[in-house]
Structure formats: structure tokens, C-alpha cells
């Protein structure tokens, strides 16, 4: 799963993935976003695409250094459902992945380090990403 640098972006995940298409109309709707994400040119990704896939774990060496570009410009960018739902997307990554990317890790680090949400005490999804940043912090150690 190491981050891929220099890729083509005109190529879709599918392809740069090698994962076979479905023959059967997609069970959920969740699936059905995946399938048309997986689909779609790494140059096109929307960014709620660059938040479902990450969250589902699929192309994340693809996407994570994606997704941390996007993080540098707003690390509170909220393209779904709340302020911080990229963010939080990453900070859920399986540590796994993060021990073969140390780069991107520190990068995710540093972004977490200098978040201040303490203005945010009374809002749940802030509380939620404070509970992950400091899972975050612990499996970076």
C-alpha cells in the first residue's frame, strides 16, 4: 500500500487497482457511490469521492496524499456531513496503512498538532474528532 507518486491521473482506481467491475446492480446506494467513484479519473475525484473511499479503505495510497493536499488548504473542510469529515476519514485509517507511509503520517501529525478545537467543546463532531486525533496521536508514537 505504498503512496504512489508520478501516476497517471487520467487512469481510474478501478484500473490502477485492478478491481473487477460488477456484473449485478449495486446493493446499496453506498456501493453504488463506490462502484461510480471507482470508475471516475483520479484528476476528476470529487472530494466527498476522496471522503467515501477513504472511509471505506479502498485506494488509500492513492488517495490519502490526495486528501492531505485538500487538508493543508482547510484542515476543517467538511465535504459530507460535518465540519472535519475528511479529516476525521483519515484520522480512522487503519494504522496499518500508516506504518508503511511514515511521510504521510507526519503530514496527517502535523495537521492534528497544530488543530485547536477547544472553542468546539459543545459539538459532538467536534468532540468525536478530538477522541480521534488522540487515537491518532497513540498509534503514531
Not at 12 to 19: D, K, Q, Y
Not at 21 to 28: F, L, Q, V
Not at 33 to 62: H, M, P, V
Request: with cysteine; proline share 6%; net charge negative.
Amino acid at each position: 500500500m505504498k503512496a504512489r507518486r508520478n501516476l497517471d491521473e487520467d487512469r481510474t482506481l478501478r484500473v490502477l487497482l485492478a478491481w473487477p467491475a460488477s456484473k449485478e446492480p449495486a446493493p446499496t446506494p453506498l456501493v453504488e457511490r463506490c462502484e461510480i467513484a471507482l470508475d471516475t479519473r483520479l484528476r476528476d475525484f470529487s472530494k466527498e469521492q476522496i471522503r467515501l473511499l477513504i472511509g471505506q479503505e479502498i485506494g488509500l495510497e492513492y488517495l490519502v496524499p490526495k486528501a492531505l493536499a485538500i487538508l493543508t488548504e482547510d484542515p476543517m473542510i467538511g465535504v459530507t456531513h460535518y465540519p472535519g469529515d475528511l479529516l476525521s476519514a483519515c484520522l480512522r485509517v487503519n494504522k496499518d496503512f500508516w506504518a508503511l507511509e511514515p511521510r504521510l503520517r507526519h503530514q496527517l501529525l502535523a495537521k492534528v498538532e497544530n488543530l485547536d478545537l477547544s472553542g468546539d467543546d459543545e459539538d459532538v463532531a467536534a468532540e468525536e474528532l478530538q477522541e480521534e486525533m488522540r487515537a491518532f496521536r497513540q498509534i503514531t508514537m
